[in-house]
């Protein structure tokens, strides 16, 4: 496979750079109320990101970005937002896949100013489609109806784009209906690619949240079933990329705003993780080849490669 | 017991949200009653159910009556705002709402019976184990016709929880806060009604 690294730096100017306060996970008291987080106070010049690119752009080729846990509001999103926006300028992405908690704490309509529509304005401006699935701190009601979501006013969805059919789930709920919708479109799909993603993962090894069984004991027979081929979950703040099972690829990625630092409990299903800062991840679909590339908000990239549909890993590294 | 495998085994087509509303709960309760005939759940529950049903139904239709359906939109001010409105009118028109309403006493014992048998079942463990790793809510005062607090997460319920209670119509779902059960309206935002102590 050709594989073209190239770097380029992309110029942005004039981003807006948040400064607000700190935002903790759930620990099992509420969330500190970030409602009256004031929008970005001070407009900086940013210093232009560097941009290595180690997926190959090939003609044809389905590509998308992917977010996990985002919605804070806090520099650090603002962060990775911009270096989203460096790489689509690169990649030339047009769509971006959101795992759920997009929106953390207070739902007012600042909320969603300062937790998407400002830390992503490029990439909107663009003309880049979010399509988000709902996490643990996500409303049902204002979510599935706010139209920069792309979720149809439903908690579960599908969408294609070329060989790739997106089934986008609500983990929170996964009640009989969804089980059984998802059971008729994962069958009737004629996709060459099947992707699900959620917010609860199957599989973790993150010490804060962990698997969740009874998820996976009630919708990994579907997937298994129908040959979805790769999976994408956040709600673990920090990046993983699991051991695939029966020819389905899992990937954790919640970091994109939230970070639990140095999360990891010793590796078993574990191939790759990182936990020391936020990142995003870059997708590319060409033929029978998924390519990923993650990179961190410093830019660096912390994983890579390339998966067979319905195989094993033979060039991740 | 059969009616995990049962209620999969239901398809539910995506519907409009009020159209479908009672077409569904009706439905959904043609399909449960012959699962208890047929000896999958205790005869003695089936009245119980049919109640549960039947106030579901009083209050979609209420719902229905005070609210159009809310309307996707790019404006996150709007959507606050029709869900303001759709939680004032349905708080305006169940004044006297109370614990219970939904939840009698004989519908509260027989989900509280339903979630026993099912934590203790082959599937308790994955069960406590996924709500242990989806951000567990304390228990919290929680009131009737009230608006889930704000700020609070929305800890998930496990599907097999889900698979064993009587299934609902879109618009509502049930939702765990510590040891209590509610039933949550979606679109306004309001708890319509919550069993404590439900999650043993």
């Given at each position: 496979m050709k594989r073209e690294r190239y770097s380029v730096l992309a110029l942005l100017t004039g981003l807006s750079v948040i400064f607000a306060l700190g935002f903790p996970a759930f620990d099992g008291t509420f969330a500190t109320a970030r409602s009256s987080t004031p929008a970005p106070a001070l407009a900086q010049t940013a210093a232009a990101p560097k941009v290595d690119v180690r997926i190959p752009l090939q003609d044809k080729s389905v590509r998308f970005a992917v977010i996990g846990d985002s919605g804070t509001g806090e520099r650090e999103q603002y962060d990775v937002a911009r270096l989203m926006e460096a790489y689509r300028q690169a990649?030339?992405?047009?769509?971006?896949?959101?795992?759920?908690?997009?929106?953390?704490?207070?739902?007012?309509?600042?909320?969603?100013?300062?937790?998407?529509?400002?830390?992503?304005?490029?990439?909107?401006?663009?003309?880049?489609?979010?399509?988000?699935?709902?996490?643990?701190?996500?409303?049902?009601?204002?979510?599935?109806?706010?139209?920069?979501?792309?979720?149809?006013?439903?908690?579960?969805?599908?969408?294609?784009?070329?060989?790739?059919?997106?089934?986008?789930?609500?983990?929170?709920?996964?009640?009989?209906?969804?089980?059984?919708?998802?059971?008729?479109?994962?069958?009737?799909?004629?996709?060459?690619?099947?992707?699900?993603?959620?917010?609860?993962?199957?599989?973790?090894?993150?010490?804060?949240?962990g698997a969740d069984v009874d998820l996976r004991t009630q919708v990994l027979p579907l997937f298994e079933r129908y040959a979805v081929n790769a999976v994408f979950s956040g709600h673990e703040h920090v990046y993983e990329r699991m051991k695939p099972a029966n020819g389905i690829y899992y990937f954790v990625l919640g970091n994109s705003g939230q970070l639990m630092k140095h999360d990891f409990r010793s590796a078993g299903e574990r191939l790759k993780g990182f936990d020391t800062d936020q990142s995003f991840m870059l997708i590319e679909i060409a033929g029978d080849k998924l390519f990923f590339q993650t990179i961190a908000r410093g830019g660096e990239t912390i994983d890579s490669g390339e998966l067979p549909r319905n195989g094993v890993s033979v060039g991740a590294r | 017991m059969h009616l995990p495998i049962l209620m999969r085994q239901i398809r539910f087509p995506v519907m409009g949200r009020y159209a479908a509303s009672l077409v569904l709960s009706g439905t959904l309760l043609a399909l449960f009653i012959p699962a208890i005939a047929a000896g999958t759940a205790p005869t003695a529950d089936q009245a119980t159910i049919r109640d549960f049903q039947q106030r579901l139904n009083n209050y979609l239709s209420l719902q229905k009556k005070?609210?159009?359906?809310?309307?996707?939109?790019?404006?996150?001010?709007?959507?606050?705002?029709?869900?303001?409105?759709?939680?004032?009118?349905?708080?305006?028109?169940?004044?006297?709402?109370?614990?219970?309403?939904?939840?009698?006493?004989?519908?509260?014992?027989?989900?509280?019976?339903?979630?026993?048998?099912?934590?203790?079942?082959?599937?308790?463990?994955?069960?406590?184990?996924?709500?242990?790793?989806?951000?567990?809510?304390?228990?919290?005062?929680?009131?009737?016709?009230?608006?889930?607090?704000?700020?609070?997460?929305?800890?998930?319920?496990?599907?097999?929880?889900?698979?064993?209670?009587?299934?609902?119509?879109?618009?509502?779902?049930?939702?765990?806060?510590?040891?209590?059960?509610l039933l949550y309206d979606i679109s306004s935002g309001l708890i319509v009604d919550l069993i404590p102590g439900a999650i043993a």
């Open positions: 990649v030339k992405f047009d769509f971006v896949i959101m795992l759920g908690d997009n929106i953390y704490g207070s739902h007012s309509p600042r909320d969603f100013v300062d937790k998407f529509e400002k830390p992503y304005q490029p990439l909107l401006d663009a003309g880049v489609k979010f399509y988000a699935s709902l996490g643990n701190h996500d409303d049902p009601n204002d979510e599935r109806l706010y139209k920069p979501f792309n979720m149809g006013g439903e908690r579960y969805y599908t969408f294609r784009k070329g060989d790739v059919a997106f089934f986008a789930l609500d983990s929170n709920y996964m009640d009989p209906a969804q089980l059984s919708w998802l059971d008729q479109n994962l069958k009737s799909s004629q996709a060459k690619w099947r992707i699900c993603f959620f917010h609860h993962p199957f599989y973790n090894e993150g010490r804060h949240h | 005070q609210n159009p359906p809310n309307k996707p939109s790019a404006s996150a001010d709007k959507l606050a705002e029709q869900k303001e409105v759709a939680a004032d009118k349905i708080k305006a028109a169940r004044p006297a709402a109370r614990r219970g309403d939904i939840f009698t006493p004989p519908i509260a014992a027989y989900f509280k019976k339903q979630i026993a048998i099912t934590m203790r079942g082959p599937s308790g463990a994955k069960i406590r184990a996924s709500m242990l790793h989806a951000e567990p809510l304390p228990d919290i005062h929680l009131e009737v016709n009230a608006k889930y607090p704000k700020d609070l997460p929305y800890q998930s319920t496990p599907p097999t929880l889900l698979m064993n209670l009587p299934p609902l119509p879109k618009e509502l779902q049930y939702r765990v806060v510590g040891s209590t059960l």
